[in-house]
């Protein structure tokens, strides 16, 4: 299928950094995009947000000339989403907020369009309590910024039809992302979760002295973050295990990494901690701003891809939605 | 500095995995290697490996004719070391066996060789206390294989030196490797307390029937991963914190990280964990052998290394040794 004949007409509610990259990546695809945000000056933070991320996508090989022709604001909700073949939400993180822009949404968007909420923390079937037929609110989670990053975690709420999320699947694809669909809804869905569990340990090593923070990025960067890039953690295991891949890896080795797991460190983020952790930051990143450091990452993110594209280490991607 | 005349004699003890890659990547350097094990089919086996990995070797960059011009074998150990410069030890990983070998080679290599061990898992401390001059070992772990993965952790052991420590650092950046010296020895040292940290919370959502192996390890390959290739834990935060940067970071969302630490998974890897873990692998590794998947994962990883060094995402390398 292709994002621009099925899925012609977004809305966009919410243009804070989440929805400014959606939208973009909404019209690089030649989507006509409506955001929808009730702040008075929206319209001028979503189209000097769109102007700061249009090299990147055109980095990316996407069309980026006349990139706003197809763009509008509508404040008024209901409007906005009157002719929605798509409604991605990037409103408030707070249930009550979300539960009343969607019960909204329901009513004005036309029958057939797909509902999705960017939400990194509130459960659809949360939500959808507030709606007449939850069966068709569904989690698209992208990873930020969502116009650069692959993966958008998909995640059913209780309620959600397997209709629901095809859709959601062929939607992102078509723009060209990696979307999973969750089998269960958990929080943090798995993305954040993995990144929390290691940040964990981060916090730990550094807090014990035992490396900086640049020192442990450097670490991170030379050896698993290379290795993840290509391949993930189970695919890693099956190929340090020898002819015998994981499951010798899990029988002569799965003691070992059991017992590993409970050496790790349980910190907490305390004063002292955070003091800690943020002297080194200064020290660590001060020498440039954030938007710079944050445009030169994303260009070499963008140079990898593209090896990786060019490269491609699986045979087939067996694990797409 | 230059690996190829301060350190001009390599004995690499141990011919397995590990002991074969640093052989390749000392040989493609330029050194010349005595490779010291007793197994009597050990010349074959390295011989063989090495040619394995010669192509990664010249994907890399490194001159690989008459590879193994240079190469000899001694399985007396004496023998082996008696005019090296430098010795990686890759022994079993049992500490009276390393504190037997390493008692031999302090008696019988020269005064000036750096003395390492590749150990995962022994603190060189506990080794040193087989040795008259404890302040020579240091551990110099590779993160595997040594031939194609940038970083090497450099971990002291209560007596070693900082002579010795620089020594090993200067070494292994000869050889264009990114080593690290941690602050203190710590079992497990930094990448495998990450790497465990991580596989946990893997093996949980994989137990719980969240996502299976291969979705997540596509949700790692298509985001943290490829954010960690660039940019690593505490930078990544930083870039995502605004212009604030992780110090507003951990003040605003430092709470929600620690709560969310409460909600990862403690998951044992019983019977029925491996059992799951092992049919999974089954399915979605089996339709190629281990050694082509290798293949095609550290092609994959060299093309990506080549375009990270082409946009080098930072300013300098601050973090180095």
């Not at 099925?6 to 006509?32: E, K, M, N, P, Q």
């Not at 945000?37 to 980095?59: K, M, S």
């Amino acid at each position: 299928m292709n994002a621009s004949t099925a899925y012609r007409r977004a809305a966009v509610i919410g243009g804070g950094v989440i929805g400014i990259s959606w939208t973009g990546l909404f019209l690089a695809h030649g989507l006509d995009v409506v955001v929808s945000d009730p702040r008075p000056d929206a319209e001028e933070q979503v189209r000097a947000g769109l102007e700061e991320i249009t090299p990147a996508l055109a980095e990316l090989g996407l069309p980026t000339a006349d990139l706003t022709a197809r763009l509008r604001f509508e404040p008024d909700l209901a409007e906005a989403v009157a002719d929605a073949d798509v409604v991605q939400e990037n409103g408030p993180e707070r249930l009550e907020a979300k539960r009343e822009i969607w019960r909204t949404v329901e009513q004005a968007a036309p029958d057939h369009a797909l509902l999705a909420t960017s939400t990194s923390g509130i459960p659809a079937t949360a939500i959808a309590e507030a709606l007449r037929a939850p069966e068709r609110l569904v989690v698209g989670h992208p990873f930020n910024p969502p116009h650069l990053v692959p993966l958008v975690e998909i995640v059913p709420g209780e309620k959600t039809s397997a209709r629901t999320l095809a859709q959601a699947g062929d939607f992102y694809t078509a723009l060209g992302k990696k979307p999973q669909i969750l089998r269960k809804e958990v929080p943090g869905f798995v993305a954040n979760r993995l990144q929390s569990a290691l940040f964990r340990e981060c916090v730990h090593l550094v807090a014990e002295g035992v490396v900086t923070e640049a020192e442990l990025d450097a670490i991170v960067t030379d050896s698993i973050g290379l290795r993840w890039a290509v391949a993930g953690p189970f695919r890693t295991f099956h190929l340090g295990g020898g002819p015998g891949g994981l499951p010798h890896f899990l029988r002569h080795l799965g003691p070992a990494m059991e017992a590993s797991w409970t050496g790790l460190g349980t910190p907490s983020l305390d004063e002292a901690t955070v003091a800690l952790l943020t002297a080194q930051a200064r020290e660590a990143f001060a020498e440039e701003p954030v938007p710079e450091l944050a445009a030169r990452r994303d260009r070499a993110q963008i140079a990898l891809m593209r090896a990786l594209a060019a490269s491609s280490p699986e045979p087939a991607d067996k694990a797409a939605a």
